[in-house]
Every structure is written in structure tokens, then in C-alpha cells.
């Protein structure tokens, strides 16, 4: 049996490594392990169990849950069955629920519990496709009925004994998936309207998986913490994809709230998080260093303003002087060192960046204190990563060089085009669209940029985010709305000005640093929301605005600004799941404050 399915590799991996762990999961605070024995025996049950519930070649199932280990039994159950799996978010509303049950036709909906399971019967009348409904976690649902929804154990089971009957039957199945089958649909988090739905074959996912090990060098030493939604394409990479080709431990955190607790009990070796974490950490560090005792504070002082000397030279790829390399090597000893571990990094050698742009100056922050933070780029249509910082090979304001065996070239009009094994195979039920994102094999990312002089890759924009002022200048929003989150008080920022006289900024505060703020200065507030209008936080983010003024052209600077009294979600529709802001969105719902400024 050759491995060139995703079942296939995920065998050959599970006998390869037996009893071995493959992942942890944390239970009533213990950290229950899984062997890949054990793993590859719940998929085998999974797929058996899918089959007997009537799931064919070619048919769908969705999954609507937080990162677990069932939810990568059903992922590589279903297509061991020659199916394909479906993500859902679990922050999705019922109606966008309803969508892409709907829309993909699935014929069994894996929920994670109660919660979940509500918003599927809330819209079942309106996906006739769907016939069974399995639950992963029944707690509150003990005396719920219904002969279509069963329970983890209960369809375990229903596998378990549909194996003995046919124990020929999975192996069988295995052989019959081809290579060029459709193995997932990851419906896009677009940042506007009804998601589509992006197919993507086992070649695909496989090539993908097999070249990022070898850039990345993962073997199943490593081991890494998975939290973000496996419904993107992203974490789907991390946590099922390359442990599968390379053997690499994964360890569930426990929720989202968990993660920094996750992080310093697992001290993984590799880390990918999106922006707004590293974003997170930094402000974390930022807020700890403040409530220190004045020694530490100081010392912090030095030892930072070392770490980004060094960082300037060596992301210059200029030669560290030997007093600042000594400096530094001390700065490590006595601060950094007890920093990474604090954060849960002191083991990692590989922390990455993607889904969306990171700040320059938070990758200076993090290499300077011994945490080489790497930038990937890439796009669900090409499953997951186009251009990465490969080794140290790191250009700030880049995301690096493409991947080997993909092939990246510049339109006129400056758009990025991606060709290589690992373009998907055209949306589904879609074949317009198809043909006008993939022309001539050439698949069109919707993103403008350009090549440096040593072939990295500079992203400039979202094509149709760029802002074109009543002056006629070509502004580049994700720049200056990155420099204005480097402050620790700035969550999020969107820049408006496309066809307007100057640019404007709704900006979001970060509740922890900006209520620590007013805490300290005795600042009367009640709510997050009485804090955004009280003159002091007004005046204190005018003030960060100016100094991101500063370091911009006069075109680009700005100009006005408002804070949003209310938290932006993902829940609410104005950030996706990996917490891009949906523009169009925000700009139809925000209009009268937008039209204050002008």
C-alpha cells in the first residue's frame, strides 16, 4: 500500500510508531496520553462506524467542535472511508451553521456537546442531507432523546463491532482512495460574505505536509500545542497534517482561556499562533514587567533594549559585536531565560506567525529575546503555506522565500500568482469562481506584492483592501493598522480613507492593559465601555497615534481617530476565527462614527 493518501500515510506512521505518544489531552487537569496505537484504533473504529451510518465515497461529514482527539479520529475516520471531512467553527452562529451543513450536504454532524448540539437542532429542518448527529461530550444531555443523536461511546461501539463483522472491510477502503480524491473542504473565513468552500485532495494535503517537514525539520522529538480552529486550514496543517507525516507529539489545550497555563505545562518545541497572540504575549510581558518590583523593572529595561541592538544586527544579517554578544549572552542569563519559560517557550525552537501580518517590531521584540520568530504566508486555495523565513534567512518586512517545488510570480497589476502540487482543486459547487481564481494553473491570491533583490517575498495588501484617497494615493491599510497595535493599550485598529481626503482610525483598547492603566492613574470607570469615553484613555491612545505618526509618510499618517465602546468578536461576525478584521463589516456597521470624523 503506497502512501499516497492521507489514511495511508497516517497507517504507515501509526505502525511505524506503535506506542509511542501522539497526543495528550488534559482531563480534570492531568494530562491523559494517546499512543498512536491507540489513535490509529479510534480512526479505524471511526471510519467503520461512519460507514455502517451510511457514509459513502465522496460524501461529507462535518465537525463542530473545539481541537480534540476525537475530532482527528472523525478527520482521518471519514476519509479512510473516502469521504470528506468538513470544519465548522464553533463560534459560528446556528444560521452559518446551517450553511455549510446545508451547502456541503453532510450526512453526519460530529458536535462536541450540548452547546453545539443545539445549534444543529435549531437548523436540521433545513439540511435534508443530514441524518445522524454524534456527540463527543454528553454531559447536561443525559436525559435528552432522539434516535438520530447518539453519543462518542455509543458510535465507538457501533464501529467497534461493525470491524469484528468485517475485519477485511477498512483496509479495503483505504486501498479504493486515490490520491486526486477530494479529502476536505475548508470553507474560507472570508472577510465577506457566505464562506466558500475550498477542495482539497489527498495529493494536496500530502505534498503540503511531506514539504513542510523537511523546511522545518519536524521529527517526533518535537512536540507542539494545538489551539487554534481546526476548521482552518492552518492549525488543520499543524495538528493533523505534519504530526502525521513526521510523528511530532500533539497536546490539546484545554480551552482558549487555557493557553499561556497549557503553554508552560507542555513547553512545546514548536509553536504557530496568529498575530494577535504574539500580540498578546508581548502586552503580557509588558503588563508583568510593570507591576514589578523596580529592580526587575530596570533590569528588564536593559536587558530589552540589548535584545533589540542584537535583533537589528542580526536580522540585518550583520555580525553581532563581541561586547553586545557578551552583553546579551548576560541579558539572556539573567532575564530572557526566565521570560521564555514564563511564557512557555524555553524548549521552543520554532515559533511561527501566519494567517495573517505581524508587526516588525513584535518579531524584533521576540528575537531579541532569543525567540526567532518566523512568518509564513500562504492561503487556504493553496494549502496553507506559499513563502516562509526558512533557517536564518529572516528579512523583516518579508515573508520569505517561496517554498521549494511552488512556483510564485507578480501580475501586472501586481498580484501574487502561486502554481505547484499544492493549488486546490476549485471550490465546490462553484465552477465561476473556479475559473476566475485558478487561470492557466496559476492560482490568484487576491494579494498584492512584490520580490525583493534576494527573492523574498513582500506582501503589500489584500487587493481589494488597498485605499485609494480622493487625492489619488495607493495606501496599504495592514501597515500602518500593525504599527498602531504594537502599543500595549491598541487590540485591533482599522484604517478608513478610501476615497476620502486623509485617513481616519477606529481603534480597539486592550481591556487587561488599558484597565491596568487606569487603575494605576485612578482613573474613575464602572465598564470597558466608560473607559473608552473617559477623557484620560482618549487622550493616552491620541498620544500612541502620534508616535506611529511619527514613522510615516505624511500621506499615510492619522489623522482622526474614535475607540469602539464594545469588544470586536469573531462571534459577532467583524473578525474571522484566526481574528482578521471582516472590513466591509465593520465599515457598513461603524458608518456614523466614521462619518464623525469627516
Same mark, same amino acid.
Given at each position: 500500500m503506497g502512501a499516497g493518501t492521507v489514511p495511508a500515510k497516517f497507517l504507515e506512521t501509526a505502525r511505524k510508531f506503535g506506542d509511542r505518544v501522539a497526543l495528550r489531552e488534559k482531563e480534570f487537569g492531568i494530562w491523559r496520553e494517546i499512543t498512536w496505537n491507540e489513535y490509529a484504533r479510534d480512526v479505524r473504529w471511526t471510519c467503520m462506524s461512519l460507514v455502517s451510518l451510511g457514509l459513502e465515497k465522496g460524501g461529507c461529514i462535518s465537525v463542530l467542535s473545539e481541537n480534540n482527539p476525537k475530532w482527528l479520529a472523525a478527520d482521518i475516520g471519514c476519509q479512510s472511508a473516502g469521504g470528506i471531512t468538513v470544519g465548522i467553527y464553533t463560534t459560528n452562529a446556528p444560521f452559518e451553521v446551517q450553511y455549510i451543513l446545508y451547502h456541503s450536504e453532510s450526512r453526519v454532524?460530529?458536535?462536541?456537546?450540548?452547546?453545539?448540539?443545539?445549534?444543529?437542532?435549531?437548523?436540521? %429542518?433545513?439540511?435534508?442531507?443530514?441524518?445522524?448527529?454524534?456527540? !463527543?461530550?454528553?454531559?447536561?444531555?443525559?436525559h435528552f432523546k432522539n434516535d438520530r443523536v447518539m453519543s462518542w461511546d455509543e458510535f465507538m461501539e457501533r464501529g467497534r463491532n461493525t470491524d469484528r463483522e468485517n475485519p477485511e472491510r477498512y483496509e479495503e477502503m483505504v486501498q479504493s482512495v486515490e490520491p486526486d480524491d477530494v479529502a476536505i473542504f475548508i470553507y474560507t473565513s472570508g472577510t465577506t460574505g457566505m464562506p466558500k468552500a475550498a477542495m482539497l485532495s489527498h495529493r494536496n494535503i500530502l505534498w503540503t505536509s511531506d514539504m513542510l517537514v523537511e523546511v522545518w525539520g519536524t521529527s517526533e522529538k518535537d512536540e507542539i500545542l494545538s !489551539?487554534?480552529?481546526?476548521?482552518?486550514?492552518?492549525?488543520? /496543517?499543524?495538528?493533523?497534517?505534519?504530526?502525521?507525516?513526521?510523528?511530532?507529539?500533539?497536546?490539546?489545550?484545554?480551552?482558549?482561556? /487555557?493557553? $499561556?497555563?497549557?503553554?508552560?505545562?507542555?513547553? $512545546?518545541? #514548536?509553536?504557530?499562533?496568529? $498575530?494577535?497572540?504574539?500580540?498578546k504575549f508581548y502586552t503580557g510581558v509588558y503588563i508583568t514587567m510593570k507591576d514589578a518590583i523596580w529592580i526587575a523593572r530596570a533590569a528588564f529595561r536593559w536587558a530589552e533594549r540589548l535584545g533589540r541592538q542584537v535583533a537589528e544586527y542580526q536580522l540585518g544579517h550583520k555580525p553581532v559585536p563581541t561586547w553586545l554578544r557578551i552583553r546579551h549572552f548576560l541579558a539572556d542569563k539573567l532575564v530572557f531565560k526566565n521570560v521564555r519559560r514564563s511564557l512557555g517557550m524555553d524548549r521552543s525552537r520554532l515559533l511561527i506567525s501566519g494567517a495573517a501580518p505581524v508587526s516588525p517590531e513584535i518579531l524584533k521584540f521576540f528575537h531579541g529575546m532569543g525567540l526567532p520568530l518566523r512568518e509564513v504566508y500562504g492561503q487556504t486555495e493553496g494549502c496553507g503555506p506559499t513563502s516562509t523565513h526558512m533557517g536564518d534567512d529572516i528579512v523583516i518586512g518579508t515573508v520569505g522565500k517561496p517554498m521549494p517545488g511552488i512556483d510564485v510570480r507578480i501580475a501586472e497589476d501586481g498580484e501574487i500568482l502561486v502554481r505547484g502540487p499544492n493549488v486546490f482543486q476549485g471550490y465546490f459547487k462553484?465552477?465561476?469562481? /473556479?475559473?476566475? /481564481?485558478?487561470?492557466?494553473?496559476?492560482?490568484?491570491? %487576491?494579494?498584492? @506584492?512584490?520580490?525583493? @533583490? *534576494? %527573492?523574498?517575498?513582500? #506582501?503589500?495588501?489584500?487587493?481589494?483592501?488597498?485605499?485609494?484617497?480622493?487625492?489619488?494615493k495607493n495606501i496599504t491599510p495592514q501597515h500602518i493598522e500593525n504599527e498602531l497595535k504594537f502599543s500595549p493599550y491598541i487590540s485591533d485598529a482599522i484604517i478608513i480613507g478610501d476615497r476620502r481626503k486623509y485617513l481616519t482610525a477606529l481603534i480597539m483598547l486592550d481591556e487587561e492593559t488599558i484597565m491596568k492603566y487606569a *487603575?494605576?492613574?485612578? #482613573?474613575? !470607570?464602572?465598564?470597558?465601555?466608560?473607559?473608552?469615553?473617559?477623557?484620560e484613555a482618549v487622550k493616552l491612545i491620541g498620544k500612541e497615534v502620534e508616535e506611529v505618526n511619527k514613522k510615516l509618510a505624511r500621506v499615510e499618517q492619522v489623522k482622526k481617530f474614535r475607540l469602539l465602546d464594545i469588544k470586536l468578536t469573531s462571534e459577532d461576525g467583524e473578525l474571522t476565527a484566526t481574528m482578521k478584521l471582516k472590513r466591509r463589516m465593520i465599515n457598513e456597521k461603524y458608518k456614523d462614527l466614521i462619518e464623525s470624523m469627516y
Open positions: 454532524a460530529m458536535v462536541e456537546d450540548e452547546e453545539q448540539l443545539d445549534k444543529v437542532l435549531e437548523v436540521w %429542518g433545513e439540511c435534508p442531507a443530514l441524518d445522524w448527529v454524534v456527540v !463527543f461530550d454528553m454531559e447536561g444531555l443525559r !489551539f487554534l480552529p481546526l476548521a482552518h486550514i492552518a492549525e488543520r /496543517t499543524n495538528s493533523v497534517l505534519g504530526p502525521m507525516t513526521s510523528g511530532c507529539v500533539v497536546s490539546f489545550a484545554e480551552n482558549i482561556d /487555557t493557553v $499561556p497555563e497549557d503553554l508552560r505545562e507542555v513547553q $512545546p518545541t #514548536i509553536y504557530f499562533a496568529v $498575530p494577535r497572540f504574539w500580540e462553484n465552477p465561476d469562481l /473556479t475559473s476566475e /481564481t485558478i487561470v492557466d494553473g496559476w492560482l490568484h491570491s %487576491g494579494d498584492v @506584492g512584490e520580490f525583493d @533583490g *534576494q %527573492g523574498n517575498l513582500k #506582501i503589500t495588501d489584500r487587493k481589494k483592501d488597498i485605499i485609494i484617497t480622493s487625492g489619488g *487603575q494605576d492613574e485612578r #482613573i474613575p !470607570f464602572t465598564t470597558y465601555k466608560s473607559l473608552t469615553q473617559a477623557p
